[in-house]
């Protein structure tokens, strides 16, 4: 599962609402996020090698963006250095480690990197370490994220944003006249927390609709790592500002 870059291509309008306060809190004043197994900790430089490794994996790039193994470590780093200071104040990335592990090696990572995806809205995105895949891990890690997620500091007053007319619930989208670029004539939204998975990703598609996001739309587009190919991608939406995060399922 992977974030993709925005591009204001296609119908968008402009809305108001609330996504988290730019910049950001930096990764010394981020708190460990503990659950029942994992540790949810801010990224390093120390991450490096580990990071590599698994951006080295076949099977877990297959579903990201790039879609292929990273050719070398300096192309990792490259891939790292967006979640460290001082850039870590416009991104919000996890490392995910097992806590039985202790909290320094990470089996995979996940947040937001984009805060204006190509739907407009912020988007959260996950890699585990295929060793790691089908014990729940990824589940737990996008509960405990989100909840993090939710908790960042929010403008007073909804600001505008620039949003594709389909990420919005039908009868909001259909009540916006023309391209909607009035600010000052803007509805009011829910903030909305984005995913976008392909469909060969069915674990992916499993864990995000157990996480409380709803899919709102499909549709076939390139493939971002060979765009002489099509890919059935599915959006889903989550709203954070609700009272409490999904369901344990």
């Known amino acids: 599962m992977a974030s993709q870059d925005a591009e204001e ?3 968008w309008v402009t809305v108001l609402t609330t996504i988290p306060t730019l910049p950001l809190p ?3 004043e981020r708190p460990l996020v503990e659950t029942e197994r994992l540790v949810l900790r801010a990224l390093t430089e120390d991450d490096l090698p580990v990071f590599h490794e698994l951006r080295s994996r076949p099977r877990v790039m297959r579903f990201t963006k790039r879609g292929a193994a990273d050719e070398d470590i300096d192309y990792t780093r490259g891939r790292l250095t967006p979640f460290l200071p001082p850039n870590d104040i416009k991104t919000f990335n996890y490392a995910i480690c097992l806590r039985a592990a202790g909290e320094n ?3 995979g990572v996940g947040g937001v990197h984009l805060f204006r995806s190509s ?3 912020p988007e959260v995105g996950y890699m585990l370490h295929d060793d790691h895949w089908g014990k729940g891990y990824a589940t737990e890690f996008l509960h405990a994220f989100v909840k993090a997620y939710s908790a960042l500091p929010r403008p007073d007053k909804p600001v505008p944003l620039r949003v594709t007319r389909d990420s919005l619930p039908a009868d909001v989208g259909a009540s916006i006249v023309g391209d909607g670029d009035d600010a000052s004539t803007a509805p009011v939204v829910d903030e909305m927390l ?3 998975v392909a469909d060969r990703n069915g ?3 499993k864990v995000i609709a ?4 709803e899919k709102y739309k499909s549709r076939t587009e390139p493939e971002w790592s060979n765009p002489a190919l099509d890919v059935l991608l599915h959006y889903y939406r989550y709203l954070p500002g609700r009272a409490a995060f999904g369901s344990e399922q």
Not at 210 to 213: C, S, V
């Open 9 to 11: 291509t296609g119908d």
């Open 26 to 28: 930096a990764n010394t």
């Open 105 to 107: 090696k990470l089996i």
């Open 119 to 121: 739907i407009g809205w």
């Open 194 to 196: 984005m995913a976008t």
């Open 203 to 205: 674990a992916s598609q």
């Open 210 to 213: 157990k996480g409380g996001f």
